[in-house]
């Protein structure tokens, strides 16, 4: 289970650099704020998650001892 909660986190930290990206580029573009503010709001949910998943691992591999 330990495992699987790894690649999930991975997943979950890749999908938020690549909305983090996609937010800049909007950003750099001169791009509408409402899309900058979804993709904001989108990249801290998938970072809450990803943070989650971490912790979640830690606990089920015992914190890496």
């Given at each position: ?26 950003l750099l573009r001169g791009g ?8 904001m709001q989108m990249r801290v ?21």
């Amino acid at each position: 289970m330990g495992g699987f909660t790894y690649i999930l986190a991975i997943v979950f930290m890749v999908a938020t650099a690549l909305v983090l990206i996609r937010g800049l580029w909007n950003l750099l573009r001169g791009g509408s704020g409402s899309t900058s503010n979804k993709l904001m709001q989108m990249r801290v949910a998938l970072q809450a998650i990803a943070v989650a998943l971490i912790m979640l691992t830690l606990w089920l591999t015992g914190g890496g001892r």
